[in-house]
């Protein structure tokens, strides 16, 4: 394999393997050259990256010498990217009866999931996460999309139990806008004891569901290490979490005129 030629699947090989410890021997078995040709092309590969702000490449030396790549956007990047998405959120015909906000093509489209994906990733890079946890439905994607980008599971919590998860823990929890005792379930299988855990959803109001989430963490005895929803909508009272990120935040939604206020949300404040 010429020099061009394994440089590009040495980019493609990194950029599917995000936040692992690679071994240097390994790769440089895989390609059939010596380490120090290896190192060459970290070398290129690393400046490139960090150019592009395709994310950081670290190299670790010694006898078991490995290799790490770990997606990153600068606090540029996640700000434009932010505003596109505040953009799409305020086309005409997005609010539904009720005040509701029709979010669906949005996190349906996979440019607009990979977008809020490394949103919160980027804020989360320095954590250690193990697991990413969401409620089903329309949280599911946005959940897949971070666990992807940091290389850890993600789980699903449902309101129903399914038979296919086998034991299941449950917890009641108060729904922070309307007031009503609900249930939410997740399977005994999904956590394990001291895992560090990022909850994530679409929409926040009340936060009545984000607190079930966290109940649920705390009952399998794992650490909350944050949590981080798409848009947060208005709310008049206390909300039931307080100590969360949002990428995007509606200020006011107008039905007659047909009309969303959106800024950006807390998660740039300190940007």
Known sequence: MKRNERLVDFTNFLLNRPNRMLNLNEISKRYEVAKSSISEDLVFIKRVFENQNIGIVETFPGSL??????????????????MELANLLREENRILPGG????????????????????????????????VMTIATKGIPI????????????????RDPKVTEGATLNVNYMSGSSSRVENMTLSKRSLS????????????????TINGMKSLVYEFDCFLAGVAVFLEGPFKGKRLVDDYKSIL?????????????????NIFEEK
């Open 65 to 82: 010498g490995g290799v790490r790549f770990t997606p990153h956007i600068s606090d540029e990047v996640s700000h434009e990217r932010a």
């Open 100 to 131: 509701y906000i029709y979010l669906s093509d949005i996190l349906g489209h996979p440019a607009n999931l990979k977008k809020i994906g490394q949103i919160i990733a980027h804020e989360y890079c320095e954590k250690q996460i193990d697991v």
């Open 143 to 158: 959940a897949q999309s971070v666990a992807e980008i940091l290389d850890v599971p993600f789980v699903i919590v449902r």
């Open 193 to 208: 004891i001291g895992q560090s855990v990022l909850i994530v959803d679409d929409f926040m109001k009340g936060a009545g």
């Open 249 to 265: 935040k509606v200020d006011k939604i107008d039905v007659a005129k047909r009309s969303i206020e959106v800024e950006l949300g």
